[in-house]
């Protein structure tokens, strides 16, 4: 049984920073594409980013330049760095891996960009 959590989300202002972790355990073996998705009240899941085991990474059209994400050389363990953040960033972010062609998911963490 694989178990992923996320770590790091809270309350920021406009133009503000946050840095969302994210860490797998249990029956892992080797490295495995993993990344962040978003959800916003009223919207369909999204892409944030995504990062593979040599490091190339993707992101979407509208956190480009602003976000980063990284990895962990030795272990299955994510980051995302997020700066010059924006109200419609709030949402609840997804830490995401994929093992064997199946999706596995964390339970999610808040990030509310607000005045």
């Known amino acids: 049984q694989v178990q992923i959590m996320e770590s790091g989300g809270g309350l920021v202002q406009p133009g503000g920073s946050l840095r969302l972790s994210c860490e797998a355990s249990?029956?892992?073996?080797?490295?495995?594409?993993m990344g962040w998705y978003r959800q916003a009240p009223g919207k369909q899941r999204e892409l944030v980013g995504t990062?593979?085991?040599?490091?190339?990474?993707n992101y979407a059209d509208s956190v480009k330049g602003r976000f980063n994400i990284s990895r962990h050389k030795t272990k299955s363990a994510v980051y995302l760095q997020m700066d010059s953040l924006r109200p419609e960033d709030t949402a609840i972010y997804y830490c995401w891996m994929k093992i064997l062609q199946r999706d596995q998911w964390g339970q999610g963490t808040q990030v509310s960009v607000s005045s």
């Open positions: 990062i593979l085991p040599n490091g190339a990474t």
């Open positions: 249990g029956r892992i073996s080797g490295l495995w594409p």
